[in-house]
């Protein structure tokens, strides 16, 4: 046991470096991709469900800027990069609630 021990902590010094040498294994994200994908937004927000438009938006914008000659749309880059690389979902999430009072007794489960 006396002998493992600093080997272990040798090892355990060396995994971070290890790790970062690691290959990511994320594909590259490439100007056709985001030419698929802003292709595949607009025909979505000018032919689909309102829905659709709006939970697009949420998803993808922070913030809207109006100038006198044109719109300037910004929002998350790493949400744009995983639609680009995966592709848009093809349908409304569904909405998230939240169950403030679960359990508020704690008769069960405990």
């Given amino acids: 046991m006396a002998q493992l021990c600093p ?3 040798e090892l ?3 995994i971070p470096t290890l790790q970062d040498e690691l ?3 994320i594909p590259a994200l ?3 991709k985001i030419a ?3 292709q595949a937004m607009r025909q979505r927000l000018e032919q689909g469900p309102s829905e659709l438009k709006q939970a697009y938006m949420r998803l993808f914008l922070d913030k809207v800027e109006l ?3 044109e719109i300037r749309l910004a929002g998350p880059k790493a949400v744009l990069a995983k639609a680009a690389l995966k592709g848009l979902p093809s349908s409304v ?3 998230l609630i939240c169950v403030r009072q679960w359990r508020t007794r704690q008769d069960s489960n405990l």
Avoid: A, K
């Fill in 7 to 9: 080997r272990r902590d």
């Fill in 12 to 14: 355990n010094r060396e």
């Fill in 23 to 25: 290959p990511t294994g």
């Fill in 30 to 32: 490439t100007t056709d």
């Fill in 36 to 38: 698929i994908l802003s």
């Fill in 67 to 69: 100038h006198q000659d």
């Fill in 93 to 95: 999430p569904e909405v």
